[in-house]
């Protein structure tokens, strides 16, 4: 991954007097070696250098896309510090490092139930990979290319204007509002929960203190009687590419791209690749999706996949599959990939979307005695503590299911292990939502695992172009699947293919989660023109079949 440059804005604590003060206040010890003598000046060079060497493992933290900045006010004042109520000699009773989801979740919880706590990020906003480069950014995206499409199949429009290409970075101007929100209102949860915010690098020297990189001639340790460990995950980036082409990207780097292209190739039909290929076709972009399965999102129910398949197509998506690269050539104005089954594709730019790694090099992890797997992960057992009795970890860094949804219950859930809490949960079963266009959502069992396990299903099926309200919102394509136990009429997996299927899913998974049969969406009365009445109608269609 790229370094941390010499005044990289993600250094700057820009901290104001306050907080300074507060900090002090609070406690934390500034490294001695920055505050003693000459002699020990040389000491701090050569640690530097040794931290320097640890950056370069550091993810390349994408800025905030607005310059504006917002600082995390502490809220802590000489008199309204959190009393400790853990017996031990530390400074703080937790440390968190990392404020997306997981972070901010487990920070939540920690600081509610009485602990001192202090969380550590790099960014100079709070949020997270989420917030600034992930789920946020590429949602809002979406969203835009989205009403563009829209906007573009309304005759009434189209008639009134010509067609032409819309740059990404001009529609990344809504993302931008949304990310600078977020911030606002994250930021403000911390503010209100008197939480304490460092912007740093954080590693550990042992398994109470962290050394903090606040800048580049500031260090800062801190000691703690629990961590956390939420630093979240970035694109895999494997070496036989140069990021630092102006025509290769990844997430992150793809949400910069500040020229029209008419071609790019996405490399990886994951979910990443799946929900960019829509937005690309979206905005008129002819999209090459290099798939290295012979079936796109294969753990989705097959028809479902295929209806993804089949749509893309439709926009002009040419899909290849069971392909691997071999190697890319990159050229000032083109990018050409080389397969290994000798085929070679031409592209204004490539989106490498395979996989992402857990940003755990650069913590000195190894002073704890914990490894990270070959994906820079953690394991944890069902509380969310690692090999190291106090120390846990939540969120991408531990790898399933890496969502955003599940972050946030995962780091509040290992927070409720933390304080002890005896109803906590770990999280096991999560709904997949992917924003492709239209979307994906599903709960539960696929009809492949259903019959592998030789269970008895049935299957009911509503598809969207019947409904009265998919006819009133001119939703063309989509439908609800709901697979059923056919004795006993249990609901064993939803399945939804169409707009909206990442909020319809949810009514099916409250009435999962109540062991409710199939009977409850016949019995019920729902609001009518709604895209909910496809439960009503799929039910009916699954009964009938039962006999
Ligand atoms: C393009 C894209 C789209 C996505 N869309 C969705 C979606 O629609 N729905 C969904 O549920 N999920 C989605 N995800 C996944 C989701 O973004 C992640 O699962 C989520 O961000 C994980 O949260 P986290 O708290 O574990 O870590 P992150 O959000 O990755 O945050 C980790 C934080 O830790 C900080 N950090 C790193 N190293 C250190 C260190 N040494 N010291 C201190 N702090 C450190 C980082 O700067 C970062 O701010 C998407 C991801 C991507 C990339
Ligand atoms: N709507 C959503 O929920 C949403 C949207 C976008 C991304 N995400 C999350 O982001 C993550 C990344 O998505 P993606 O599409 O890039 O990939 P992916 O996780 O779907 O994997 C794509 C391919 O890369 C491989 N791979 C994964 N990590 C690797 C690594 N470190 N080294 C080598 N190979 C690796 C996988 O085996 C797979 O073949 C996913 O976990 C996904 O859950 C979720």
């Known amino acids: 991954m790229g370094s941390k440059t010499i005044g990289d804005a993600t250094n700057d604590t820009g901290k104001d007097t306050e907080t300074e003060v507060s900090n002090k206040e609070s406690g934390r010890v500034l490294n001695p070696e920055h505050t003693e003598g000459k002699n020990k000046k040389e000491r701090v060079e050569q640690t530097h250098e040794q931290v320097n060497d640890d950056i370069m493992h550091h993810p390349d933290l994408v800025n905030p896309l607005d310059d504006t900045r917002i600082d995390v006010k502490s809220g802590f004042t000489k008199d309204s510090q959190r009393l400790k109520s853990d017996k031990h000699e530390f400074e703080y009773d937790a440390v968190v490092l990392g404020a997306g989801p997981a972070g901010e979740a487990a920070a939540m919880k920690l600081a509610k139930s009485g602990k001192k706590v202090v969380v550590i990020d790099p960014r100079e906003q709070v949020g997270g990979n ?219 730019a490539i989106l490498w979307s395979n996989g992402r790694s857990g940003n755990t090099e650069g913590l000195n992890l190894e002073c704890l005695g914990l490894k990270a797997n070959s994906r820079g992960q953690l394991k944890v057992d069902d509380t969310y503590c690692t090999e190291v009795e106090n120390i846990y970890a939540a969120g991408d860094v531990i790898g399933w299911p890496s969502l955003a949804s599940a972050a946030y219950d995962q ?62 919102i001119g939703e063309r394509s989509g439908v609800l699947k709901i697979l059923f136990h056919r004795e006993t009429l249990e609901i064993l997996g939803i399945h939804c293919y169409g707009n909206h299927a990442s909020e319809i899913i949810h009514i099916g998974q409250a009435v999962m989660k109540c062991n409710a049969t199939l009977e409850y969406f016949v019995n019920t009365t729902f609001n009518y023109p709604t895209m909910a009445e496809a439960y009503r109608v799929a039910a009916l269609n699954g009964l009938n079949r039962v006999f």
């Not at 396990?453 to 006819?471: D, I, T």
């Open 130 to 348: 989420c917030t600034h480069v992930g789920t946020i950014p590429s949602k809002a995206l979406r969203q835009s290319v989205f009403n563009l499409i829209n906007f573009r199949r309304d005759q009434m429009f189209t008639k009134a204007m010509d067609y032409h290409q819309v740059p990404l970075n001009i529609v990344l101007a809504k993302a931008r509002k949304v990310i600078l929100q977020q911030v606002q209102t994250h930021t403000r949860f911390y503010e209100r929960n008197q939480i304490e915010v460092i912007h740093g690098w954080a590693n550990f020297i042992d398994k109470n203190t962290i050394r903090i990189e606040i800048d580049e001639n500031t260090f800062e340790t801190i000691t703690f009687n629990k961590a956390i460990i939420t630093v979240g995950s970035r694109p895999y980036r494997p070496d036989i590419l140069d990021f630092d082409h102006p025509r290769v990207f990844d997430s992150d780097k793809i949400l910069q791209m500040d020229y029209v292209v008419k071609k790019i190739i996405i490399y990886g039909a994951g979910v990443i690749g799946c929900e960019y290929a829509s937005i690309f076709t979206g905005l008129g972009y002819k999209v090459d999706l290099i798939n290295n399965q012979n079936q796109l999102l294969s753990y989705l129910d097959s028809e479902i996949s295929d209806a993804i398949a089949h749509d893309f197509r439709q926009f002009g998506v040419v899909i290849r599959s069971n392909e691997e690269i071999d190697h890319l050539e990159t050229h000032d104005d083109c990018v050409i990939l080389h397969l290994k089954s000798g085929k070679k594709i031409k592209s204004d």
């Open 411 to 472: 780091g509040r859930c290992a927070a409720a292990f933390m304080v002890g809490d005896r109803d906590a949960e770990p999280v096991s079963s999560v709904p997949t939502g992917i924003y492709t266009i239209p979307e994906i959502s599903c709960i539960g069992k696929t009809e492949q695992e259903l019959t592998d396990a030789k269970v008895p299903y049935e299957v009911g099926q509503a598809f969207f172009k019947h409904l009265a309200r998919a006819q009133i």
